[in-house]
């Protein structure tokens, strides 16, 4: 079965710098999607940001990127120019591939983001 | 484009009642997931539906049940409520195959 850890249960930056989540996860499959989504208190998840693991390119969107490392399983999110609206709990996702028949998204336990003003 | 719909946003309920929750996907999405968020277990995957087919489940009682509708609108039921029932459930669509699921707001279920 495949797993995602999520080792920082808290983290806190201070406005405008850069923080880095990270996401460890064990699978046997070759094809797999990993994903990181932000769940505000509004409680609604959102997709920040999506990795297929055959790419080699690290994925980025705006201030978010993140740094695959699929020998070690590493899947860490970076948040540059932390803005207060980041402040929120981050959960790093594994799907495996739907050529292996898809599953449902496995998460990890997430992450508390605070931003210091 | 209006996003993934859920339906209470709030419900409480005793022990022993069974209840129904709805979701309706972004429109042209026709796979619909549910998940099951508890400050103990986190996110766990209940079921996926496309195309009005069980395609996955989760490893949840047969209590929990779900079905989807030719609209892919899809409800789920709980029945004989447990107080470990109450959960946030969250509801995901998308196009289906490798495509990202986007949630909704989630129903907060209570059981007293």
């Known amino acids: 079965a495949q797993t995602v850890t999520q080792s920082q249960p808290e983290m806190s930056v201070q406005e405008a710098e850069t923080v880095t989540l990270s996401c460890t996860y064990d699978?046997?499959?070759?094809?797999?999607?990993l994903f990181w989504y932000k769940q505000p208190p509004s409680r609604q998840m959102i997709l920040v940001i999506r990795?297929?693991?055959?790419?080699?390119q690290n994925a980025t969107e705006n201030r978010f990127s993140v740094n695959f490392q699929k020998a070690a399983k590493s899947f860490s999110l970076k948040i540059s120019d932390s803005q207060l609206g980041d402040a929120a709990m981050y959960f790093c996702a594994y799907r495996r591939g739907s050529g292996g028949g898809a599953d449902g998204l496995t998460f990890g336990k997430g992450t508390h983001l605070i931003i210091q003003p | 484009k209006a996003g993934v719909t859920q339906t209470p946003r709030y419900l409480i309920k005793t022990r022993g009642q069974q209840v129904t929750l709805s979701c309706s996907p972004i429109?042209?999405?026709?796979?619909v997931s549910w998940y099951q968020q508890t400050p103990g277990q986190g996110l766990q995957f209940l079921f996926e539906?496309?195309?009005?087919?069980?395609?996955n489940k989760g490893n949840f009682p047969g209590r929990f049940s779900g079905r989807q509708f030719s609209n892919s609108r899809s409800e789920m039921n709980v029945s004989t409520l447990e107080l470990g029932d109450s959960a946030l459930y969250l509801c995901?669509?998308?196009?289906?195959?490798?495509?990202?699921?986007?949630f909704g707001d989630g129903t907060r279920l209570s059981i007293l």
């Open positions: 429109s042209g999405h026709r796979s």
């Open positions: 539906y496309f195309s009005e087919t069980q395609r």
């Open positions: 990795q297929e693991a055959y790419k080699q």
């Open positions: 995901a669509s998308s196009q289906g195959g490798d495509q990202p699921q986007h």
């Open positions: 699978t046997s499959e070759s094809d797999y999607y």
